[in-house]
């Protein structure tokens, strides 16, 4: 899990409280409003479980996430700590770096997916570096816009069903 500080000084286990004061860099802008009446708004998940091993880029996917309404947030920087994580919590879809902390991100896929909930990796990476059977996975490539995540997760709920099975 990335350990970061709250905004009172004391750790704080899923970003919850950095992302309530609002630390994506980008303030509270036009895209930032644009996210809030998207079309598909009430697509957007409750609870969404991140993969994600740099810091800033975890503030900004927790701080769309509760801008886009998801009540639960959570934050790993490595696979083995989000894969601990999905055996006590269900949640409504994941946002997958592909090369973490501990490794690749491919056994979160796999048990997301044998869960049947709708995930899309964001990545610098291509998916080549990922077995084949990930290879038509959705992919947002890093760095990417807000409303880029936010149509991809839209259209990903929309479905509720993965676009990837495990073979």
């Given at each position: 899990?990335?350990?970061?500080?709250?905004?009172?000084?004391?750790?704080?286990?899923?970003?919850?409280?950095?992302?309530?004061?609002?630390?994506?860099?980008?303030?509270?802008?036009?895209?930032?409003?644009?996210?809030?009446?998207?079309?598909?708004?009430?697509?957007?998940?409750?609870?969404?479980?991140i993969?994600?091993?740099?810091?800033?880029?975890?503030?900004?996917?927790?701080?769309?996430?509760?801008?886009?309404?998801?009540r639960?947030?959570?934050?790993?920087?490595?696979?083995?700590?989000?894969?601990?994580?999905?055996?006590?919590?269900?949640?409504?879809?994941?946002?997958?770096?592909?090369?973490?902390?501990?490794?690749?991100?491919?056994?979160?896929?796999?048990?997301?997916?044998?869960?049947?909930?709708?995930?899309?990796?964001?990545?610098g990476?291509?998916?080549?570096?990922?077995?084949?059977?990930?290879?038509?996975?959705?992919?947002?490539?890093?760095?990417?816009?807000?409303?880029?995540?936010?149509?991809?997760?839209?259209?990903?709920?929309?479905?509720?069903?993965?676009?990837?099975?495990?073979?």
């Open positions: 899990m990335v350990q970061l500080l709250g905004r009172r000084g004391e750790p704080t286990a899923n970003l919850r409280d950095l992302g309530e004061q609002g630390a994506y860099p980008g303030g509270e802008g036009a895209e930032r409003k644009a996210l809030q009446s998207h079309p598909m708004a009430d697509a957007i998940p409750n609870s969404v479980l993969v994600e091993d740099e810091g800033l880029v975890c503030l900004m996917l927790e701080d769309m996430m509760r801008d886009m309404g998801a639960v947030v959570d934050v790993f920087a490595a696979a083995g700590d989000a894969l601990a994580a999905l055996k006590a919590r269900h949640y409504d879809c994941a946002i997958l770096d592909i090369l973490v902390r501990d490794g690749t991100s491919e056994p979160v896929a796999d048990a997301l997916a044998e869960r049947g909930i709708p995930f899309l990796f964001s990545s990476v291509d998916l080549d570096v990922l077995p084949a059977r990930y290879h038509g996975q959705r992919l947002i490539s890093k760095p990417f816009e807000d409303s880029v995540l936010a149509a991809q997760l839209s259209e990903l709920l929309r479905d509720r069903s993965p676009a990837f099975c495990p073979a």
